[in-house]
């Protein structure tokens, strides 16, 4: 069974910087990939950035060029580099991933928001703050 833990969320003033984690148990999914979503209060849940096994990577629009997906395959750890944070990156954020070898493909071409349903592991949210 997976296990997904996040960590590192925190409040920061605008334009700050945070690296979210994602620690991995029972992940064994050579040809998946995994994603970072947030929910704000009152908000939808939205796709923040994916990256397959391959280390390809996918942004929505509102953080490309502010937040970096990577992972660390031997310490089996997922992050999330975020900068020049603004007041409207305020949510819960959120890990997941897949098996599935044909998901990446998929939320390039549909966006993260209309796979998400396609990832089977959720961890259970670290907490963005940023104030102006």
């Known amino acids: 069974q997976v296990q997904l833990v996040e960590s590192g969320g925190g409040s920061v003033q605008a334009g700050g910087s945070l690296r979210l984690s994602c620690a991995a148990s029972g992940y064994t999914y050579s040809s998946g990939c995994m994603g970072w979503f947030r929910q704000a209060p009152g908000k939808e849940r939205e796709g923040v950035a994916a990256i397959n096994s391959e280390g390809s990577t996918y942004y929505a629009d509102s953080v490309k060029g502010r937040f970096t997906i990577s992972k660390d395959n031997a310490k089996n750890t997922l992050y999330l580099q975020m900068n020049s944070l603004k007041p409207e990156d305020t949510a819960m954020y959120y890990c997941?991933?897949?098996?599935?070898?044909?998901?990446?493909?998929?939320?390039?071409?549909?966006?993260?928001?209309?796979?998400?349903?396609?990832?089977?592991?959720w961890g259970q949210g670290t907490q963005v703050t940023v104030s102006s």
């Open positions: 997941a991933a897949s098996p599935s070898p044909t998901l990446f493909s998929l939320l390039v071409v549909f966006g993260l928001e209309a796979t998400q349903k396609r990832f089977s592991s």
